[in-house]
Every structure is written in C-alpha cells, then in structure tokens.
C-alpha cells in the first residue's frame, strides 16, 4: 500500500512502526 493511498488503518500501521519502520 502506498502511503499517498493509505486508507486510515495504514495511517494508523504506520504510527505504530513508527518512520523507522518503513517497508512499504
């Protein structure tokens, strides 16, 4: 999923790994 088409639970996903998770 690309984050320009994140839905609001990517968003979230993303919060939760935080900018050092990436692995989009």
Known sequence: ???RD???EEI???H???E???HH
Request: glycine share 20%; proline share 0%; hydrophobic share 35%.
């Open 12 to 14: 979230a996903h993303r």
């Open 6 to 8: 994140a839905s609001d």
């Open 16 to 18: 939760i790994h935080g």
């Open 1 to 3: 999923v690309n984050v």
């Open 20 to 22: 050092g998770g990436h």
